[in-house]
């Protein structure tokens, strides 16, 4: 697994840009640059099962292992889920971190993942178009 680090500046307090990662609405539209139709499926608390599904009802399978508001959110990732069945991958183990640090201008988003060779490309090319969208709702996000 490689570690693919990913940074925007947002300029927004960082309770917003919180609001648009996790929000129903606004994430699916930050996500629909990797997948169309997709959603994210779980009760949000540390600890719990999240189910990330395309409009298929494919997708994977993780935990949310660490969440403190308005500042980390962070996936480990189990497997995959086809035709509704989870299928534990070669991959289980990788995790996704969002981190939320203020500054002087708003906030930095940060974000932290693994990724092996297949996807290296995608995620490098595809990451920064999430975060742009990410940035933009969240500036025009209602106060």
Request: net charge negative; with cysteine.
């Amino acid at each position: 697994m490689e570690t693919i680090k990913l940074s925007i500046q947002i300029n927004v307090p960082k309770e917003k840009v919180w609001e648009v990662l996790w929000n129903d609405d606004s994430y699916k539209q930050w996500t629909a640059v990797f997948c169309e139709g997709s959603c994210a499926v779980s009760d949000w608390n540390e600890g719990s099962k999240i189910r990330f599904l395309d409009a298929n009802g494919n997708g994977m399978f993780s935990v949310i292992e660490k969440k403190i508001p308005n500042q980390q959110m962070s996936f480990k990732h189990l497997g995959e889920i086809k035709d509704g069945v989870e299928i534990s991958t070669e991959w289980a183990g990788a995790t996704e971190n969002y981190f939320l640090a203020e500054n002087e201008n708003g906030t930095e988003l940060t974000t932290v993942m693994d990724s092996n060779e297949e996807f290296k490309e995608y995620f490098e090319t595809t990451f920064p178009k999430a975060l742009q969208i990410v940035k933009q709702l969240s500036e025009k996000w209602p106060a």
